[in-house]
C-alpha cells in the first residue's frame, strides 16, 4: 500500500509535466521562443524522472536499459534548456538564433552517435560511471550559467527588494530545477526516489503560482520594459549593423515586395523591438528610411549606366511599387527628380 501511494505521487508530476511540455510545444496559441524552450524543459526533465520512476518501481533483472539509456540522454539537455529558457525571459527573444539551433544540434548528435556506438545495453558501466557524471556535470554548470543570468534578479530577493512577478517566477524555475538537480546528486549515493518526489513538488508548487490569472498574463506575455527597453551594447551594435547592411547588398532585401520589420528582424534573428531600437537610437533612422535610402542608390547605379530602362522600370527594378513613390522617395534624399538627376549624369559626360 506505501509503495503503490508513493509510485502514484512519484509518476503524477511526471505524467503531469508531459502534458504540459507538448501544450507548450505544440498546442499554446501563444507562439513565442520563451514558451518553446519552457515546453523543451519540461520535456526533457520529465523524461529524466520518468526515467527514475521506472527504475525505482522495476524488479532489477527486469529493467531495460534501454529505457535508462533515454532518461539520461533527456537529462544531458535539461540544463541547456533552462539557460535558454531564462535568457529569452530576460531578453524578450522572439526569434530563435541559428547558433542556438545549432548548439542543440551538436547535443543531440553526441546523443545518438554515443548512443548508437555505445549504448547502455552493451556498456552499462560506463554509462552508470563515467557518462552519467559528465551529464551532471554538464547540468550543473548550464544551472551555474543560469544563476549567473539572473544575479541581478537574485541579489535583489536575497535584500529583500521589491521584484516583479516575472522575476519571481524566473527565480521559482531555477530554485525548483536546482531542487531537483540536489536532490539527483543526493539520491546518486542514496534514497533514489527522493529527486522523484522533489519533481512533484516543484512542478505543483509552480503550478499552484500559475493558478493565479494575473500571474499567467505577465509571465506568459511582453517581457516586461526593464529589460526590453535596455540599450544596445556598443560592441553588439557594430555587429548588428554590419549583418543589417551585409543582408541589404548581399540577399538585396530592400527589393522584396512590402518588407516589413518583422521580416528583416527575423532575418537579422533579432526581435522586431531590437531592430526598431538599432535603427532609431543607434543609426538615427527609421525603417522605411534606411530600406529606400539602399532603394535610391540601386536606382542611381541604373541610372549611371545609362541603359535603355525608362525611368518607371528603374524605379521598379530598384524595389519601389509605384511611379509615385519612386519620385517622391528619390526628390525628398537626392534633392532631384530621377528626371533630373539623369540629365545632370548626361551633362558631365
Known amino acids: 500500500m506505501k509503495e503503490s501511494i508513493l509510485f502514484f505521487f512519484c509518476s503524477l508530476g511526471v505524467f503531469n509535466g508531459f502534458l504540459l511540455s507538448l501544450y507548450f510545444l505544440f498546442f499554446n496559441k501563444v507562439k513565442r ?5 519552457l515546453g523543451i524543459l519540461l520535456l526533457m526533465l520529465s523524461i529524466r524522472i ?8 522495476t524488479e532489477k533483472e527486469n529493467v531495460n536499459l534501454t529505457i535508462l539509456q533515454i532518461g539520461l540522454s533527456g537529462c544531458f539537455l535539461i540544463g541547456i534548456s533552462l539557460f535558454y529558457y531564462i535568457k529569452v525571459s530576460l531578453e524578450n527573444i522572439d526569434v530563435v538564433p541559428k547558433l542556438w539551433k545549432l548548439h542543440y544540434l551538436v547535443l543531440i548528435l553526441i546523443i545518438f552517435s554515443i548512443g548508437i556506438t555505445l ?26 550559467a543560469s544563476t549567473i543570468q539572473i544575479r541581478q534578479i537574485l541579489w535583489q530577493f536575497i535584500k529583500r527588494e521589491k521584484i516583479s512577478i516575472k522575476e519571481q517566477w524566473l527565480l521559482s524555475v531555477l530554485s525548483g530545477n536546482l531542487l531537483i538537480y540536489i536532490a539527483y546528486i543526493v539520491g546518486y549515493f542514496h534514497l533514489y ?8 513538488l516543484v512542478f505543483y508548487g509552480l503550478v499552484v503560482f500559475l493558478l493565479f490569472k494575473k500571474n499567467r498574463n505577465i509571465i506568459f506575455q511582453e517581457v516586461s520594459e526593464k529589460y526590453s527597453s535596455k540599450k544596445i551594447d556598443s560592441g553588439e551594435v557594430a555587429i548588428l549593423i554590419t549583418r543589417l547592411n ?7 532585401m530592400y527589393k522584396k515586395a512590402n518588407l516589413n ?4 528582424s527575423k532575418e537579422l ?14 543609426m538615427g533612422k527609421s525603417f522605411s528610411q534606411y530600406i529606400n535610402e539602399f532603394k535610391i542608390e540601386e536606382a542611381k547605379k541604373l541610372l549611371h549606366r545609362n541603359d535603355n530602362l ?22 525628398k534624399i537626392v534633392g532631384k527628380t530621377p528626371s533630373e538627376f539623369k540629365k545632370s549624369i548626361t551633362r558631365e559626360l
Open 310 to 331: 525608362t525611368l518607371e522600370a528603374i524605379g521598379y527594378e530598384s524595389g519601389f511599387s509605384s511611379k509615385s513613390n519612386f519620385y517622391a522617395t528619390f526628390k
Open 261 to 264: 520589420l518583422k521580416e528583416l
Open 193 to 200: 526516489y527522493v529527486a522523484t518526489l522533489t519533481f512533484s
Open 33 to 37: 521562443a520563451q514558451n518553446t524552450f
Open 246 to 252: 551585409d543582408l541589404m547588398f548581399e540577399k538585396k
Open 119 to 144: 549504448p547502455y545495453k552493451t556498456e552499462p558501466k560506463l554509462w552508470g560511471t563515467y557518462f552519467i557524471r559528465f551529464i551532471y556535470l554538464s547540468w550543473g554548470m548550464y544551472l551555474m
Open 50 to 57: 520518468g526515467k527514475s520512476v521506472y527504475i525505482v518501481f
Open 269 to 282: 534573428e533579432v526581435t522586431p523591438h531590437k531592430l526598431s531600437q538599432l535603427l532609431n537610437d543607434n
